[in-house]
């Protein structure tokens, strides 16, 4: 079959219900963004990898869903389904962009954005050891954008799934990540999962155990954390679902903790995605939940040493902290034993403030202006070699985030990074 034909078909095949919205003549909309090639505390979930909300509820794009219905759908093991490799069930990442172009042309083109590499990135990738690219995004909940959140200068036409489901799948199709951690997933099961499969990535999908989705009208399940890897890069190793704790008392929160092997060079890399708890007034919770995950990360990359002193696990940390850097919780992390760095203080001049801002929005109370979103990275045997710049106040615009030209109010976060050299194998 033409593969442009193949791209539609089983656009139309597994996202009957998601992927709705009506075809557009293309136009001379352009996508104007760099296109990329390349715990002691926590408590386990119930299930295997990838358990979590109603399948069944997510594909028939359900409403309605009461929170005994969602408490009780967390509780059932949801197999997570592998697809192995076959070209008849993949899609056209360049010919799916088009798609997205075409259903978006209407809509103005996204933030250019570059990626920048400084002096502190000096490459240490080779075809032997190419770069990994890393994506973090909160890309908002559909449930709450329209239901809960409140972005009074956003008009609700640019809120509709229909069109911006698209403008997250362009997002991600123009960078095209190894790793991709997201956080407000309400759309696994039905939108990204099986368009994400079919991309060549395996998922994981944890939500939270009291989604505030829930008690939207109309809603399609709970949120959660997903985190996809893309199989062509990487062997499974293995998957913790963690319910992040707080003083010994588990908490609304969670966290997807990926082991996986490089393919290409047979290095290990443990990649992990967090939401921790929102709003003013809980810093001592997110200090806590931080804390939790820390020792659970220093649990599960330390797995394995006693038979191998001389090697570790490099560790990636994607998340919505909900936290500035002068909370408590990011102190935790940039002090942690693990030795880890944000890879956005590599943009400051000095390498060690943290980008102005990555979310900006207007809600009922106020202007909101905060960096609260992080990728941090084991400097010790990771190398960051660029960086996804962050748009500037006149890209965004006066009316702020999420906007037509703008699908979430958090920006995606991206970096590549590489595997340093190993002392022992440069002897």
Not at 40 to 46: C, D, K
Not at 67 to 95: I, K, V, W
Not at 285 to 314: E, F, K, M
């Amino acid at each position: 079959m033409n593969p442009a034909r193949r791209c539609s078909a089983l656009l139309g095949q597994v996202c009957a219900t998601s992927l709705g919205a009506p075809r557009r003549a293309a136009g001379a909309r352009s996508c104007h963004s760099v296109v990329g090639g390349n715990g002691a505390g926590s408590q386990p979930m119930n299930g295997p990898a990838g358990s979590g909300s109603a399948t069944a509820l997510s594909l028939m794009g359900g409403s309605g869903s009461s929170r005994l219905f969602g408490t009780l759908a967390q509780s059932l093991p949801q197999p997570e389904p592998y697809l192995e490799e076959n070209p008849d069930l993949d899609l056209d990442p360049d010919q799916l962009r088009k798609e997205c172009e075409e259903v978006l042309q209407q809509r103005p083109a996204r933030p250019h954005r570059d990626l920048v590499r400084s002096t502190c990135m000096a490459p240490c990738s080779h075809k032997y050891n190419p770069p990994i690219r890393i994506m973090q995004w909160n890309i908002l909940a559909q449930a709450l954008g329209e239901g809960k959140d409140g972005f009074i200068r956003c008009p609700l036409d640019a809120l509709n799934w229909n069109e911006r489901k698209y403008l997250i799948l362009e997002e991600i199709l123009t960078h095209r990540p190894d790793v991709l951690c997201l956080q407000e997933v309400d759309h696994y099961y039905d939108t990204f999962q099986p368009i994400l499969a079919r991309l060549g990535y395996q998922g994981s999908f944890l939500p939270k155990p009291w989604s505030p989705c829930l008690d939207v009208e109309r809603n399609n399940g709970p949120d959660g954390c997903a985190l996809f890897y893309r199989r062509s890069r990487f062997m499974p190793k293995a998957t913790a679902h963690l319910r992040l704790s707080a003083m010994m008392l588990p908490t609304n929160q969670v966290a997807i903790v990926q082991t996986l092997c490089c393919r290409v060079t047979g290095r290990r890399l443990c990649v992990a995605v967090t939401h921790l708890k929102a709003r003013s007034g809980w810093e001592r919770l997110r200090s806590a939940q931080g804390a939790d995950l820390l020792q659970s990360l220093c649990s599960i990359t330390s797995r394995g040493r006693n038979r191998a002193p001389s090697s570790t696990t490099p560790l990636v940390v994607c998340g919505d902290f909900n936290a500035e850097p002068s909370e408590d919780v990011y102190k935790r992390f940039s002090c942690s034993p693990l030795g880890l760095t944000s890879a956005y203080t590599l943009l400051s001049s000095d390498g060690h403030a943290e980008p102005p801002y990555t979310t900006w929005k207007i809600r009922p109370s106020g202007e909101s202006r905060s960096t609260l979103d992080y990728i941090w990275y084991t400097p010790a045997a990771l190398s960051v070699e660029s960086l996804l710049d962050i748009p500037s106040e006149e890209q965004i615009g006066p009316d702020r985030l999420p906007s037509y030209h703008y699908p979430s109010d958090h920006l995606s976060l991206l970096c590549d990074i590489s595997f340093r050299e190993e002392p022992h194998r440069l002897l």
